[in-house]
């Protein structure tokens, strides 16, 4: 199998290379006006809570749980796949209906298993497919979700 473009090994975790190109990961996608922001973390880290907090903002749902990702006109283009549509798992209900975007670039990710301690924390990045997107870290705050999906709106000053 073909080792994909650059990418951090942390982004791998519980990952697969399908091609040189493209990578199927353990993570979550929503799109929030037009750019994707990507979900990682273990299991029950959060995903899929912060992608449904995100939802009731406005966001849409690319992938629950498992997302492929795939380097496209220099744009790392995020799906789900079809054994997966149309579903995402809210923790002791089950799986739950939901209508979804079809695909997104990602711009932004998240890695929910490590937190932020700084208040104005230095900007971080991550390589995955050969790009650098920018990382954040889950801070100890109840306003996450909100806080990203204003960042997808407007970005930082």
Sequence with gaps: MA??????PFLLQGGSVLSERSVRLHATCIRAFGKGLLLLGPSGSGKSDT?????AYGAELVADDQTILALQNDQIIASCPEELLGMIEARNMGLLKVNMAPRVAVSTLVDLSKTESE???QHKSALLLGKHLT???KPATGSFPAALFQYLRSGQA
């Excluded at 080792?3 to 951090?8: G, H, Q, R």
């Excluded at 992608?51 to 939802?55: I, N, R, T, V, Y």
């Design 3 to 8: 080792v994909p473009l650059d990418t951090d």
């Design 51 to 55: 992608a449904l907090q995100l939802m």
């Design 119 to 121: 208040r104005y924390p």
């Design 135 to 137: 990382l954040f870290h």
